[in-house]
């Protein structure tokens, strides 16, 4: 039982490249989240998904995209980086709201 | 729009001492209220879930109460120990939606 996790971990991209980062969780939880981490911002919630094949925009969801195709996974796509963008991503996932689990987290930096 | 808070958003005790975190919240009709651990540079650990129906919850040396009508809730942690140094964050559902996170409180427990 993995838990959540995501990939990856690390990645440098330069301002304008796209790229994808994917959770993945075996606990068949509902509910998929992903959120960003800046330093003195705390956890803010970019978009969320409340079942397969749903999505719904959070707190800052400009410049990201995610797609929820299968249960198990949820897909945070960036399809123009900007520096701006440099962050500590994490996803999460619960069983409807009862107790989120959170993966390891992926370090992107934008140049 | 649910917003919380957290104090103190750092605190510095010796070891062995008990010590009480705060989490505020604005809107006092939630579900539920979490609180996790963040290591530097890790993801975020589950310690504590208090569900709408309870007012507190325990775990080993930890302690979390819940006064939804207040908008409150404290993490109460006994007999302090350096590993317990990390960053405290309480989250709660946002009108069963998705959940809002306090910028956290970082602890150091010095031996």
């Known amino acids: 039982n993995a838990g959540v996790t995501q990939t990856p971990k690390f990645r440098v991209l330069k301002t304008g490249q796209s790229m994808t980062l994917l959770c993945a969780q075996d606990?068949?939880?509902?509910?998929m989240y992903w959120y960003r981490q800046d330093p003195g911002m705390g956890l803010r919630l970019i978009h969320y998904?409340?079942?397969?094949?749903?999505?719904a925009k959070g707190e800052v969801p400009d410049g990201y995209n995610v797609s929820r195709l299968k249960k198990q996974n949820f897909l945070l796509g960036l399809e123009s980086a900007a520096p701006s963008q440099t962050s500590v991503y994490f996803c999460?996932?619960?069983?409807?709201?009862?107790?989120?689990?959170f993966g390891p987290g992926t370090r992107l930096t934008v140049t | 729009k649910q917003e919380v808070t957290q104090i103190p958003a750092a605190l510095s005790v010796p070891e062995g001492e008990n010590l009480v975190l705060n989490c505020s919240f604005t809107?006092?009709?939630?579900?539920?209220l979490q609180w996790f651990r963040q290591d530097p540079g890790k993801g975020l650990t589950s310690l504590l879930l208090?569900?709408?129906?309870?007012r507190e919850q325990t775990s080993g040396r930890l302690n979390a109460s819940l006064d939804k009508s207040s908008g409150r809730s404290t993490l109460y942690i006994a007999a302090s120990q350096p590993g317990d140094s990390a960053t405290y964050l309480c989250?709660?559902?946002?009108?069963?939606?998705?959940?809002?996170f306090g910028p956290g409180t970082r602890l150091s427990v010095l031996p």
């Open positions: 999460a996932s619960s069983y409807a709201l009862i107790e989120q689990y």
């Open positions: 606990m068949n939880h509902e509910y």
């Open positions: 998904s409340v079942g397969e094949g749903t999505t």
């Open positions: 809107d006092s009709a939630i579900y539920n």
């Open positions: 208090i569900q709408s129906s309870q």
């Open positions: 989250a709660v559902d946002n009108y069963g939606q998705n959940f809002v």
